[in-house]
């Protein structure tokens, strides 16, 4: 069974953090790249973090030094530990694999105020 379940997200001020859990079924996760993606209102869909199986991370440029991703591969398990969060953060933020498949969870929506 396919499943991608996002969870941690809410409202912050800037400069605050938010913690992000991607619970992955066995299918998606094994052995793939994980990677957390986010969309904001009107714009398309963009890569944020990757993370191998073996634990090795990239980040997108506006992120690196920010956020952190790492990965659980006994629970199946992907996180997104964001610090120093900026309005421009703001978005519904999603995981799947790298490249990503055509099934995508439900997201987790992360808002930050000035």
């Known amino acids: 069974q396919v499943r991608l379940v996002e969870s941690g997200g809410g409202l912050v001020q800037a400069g605050g953090s938010l913690s992000l859990s991607c619970a992955a079924s066995r299918t998606i996760f094994s052995r793939n790249v994980m990677a957390w993606y986010r969309q904001a209102p009107g714009k398309q869909r963009e890569l944020v973090a990757a993370i191998t199986s073996g634990g090795n991370a990239n980040y997108a440029d506006s992120v690196k030094g920010r956020f952190t991703i790492s990965r659980d591969n006994v629970k199946t398990t992907v996180y997104l530990q964001m610090n120093s969060l900026k309005p421009e953060d703001t978005a519904v933020y999603y995981c799947?694999?790298?490249?990503?498949?055509?099934?995508w969870g439900q997201g987790t929506q992360v808002t930050v105020s000035s």
């Open positions: 799947n694999r790298l490249p990503y498949g055509e099934y």
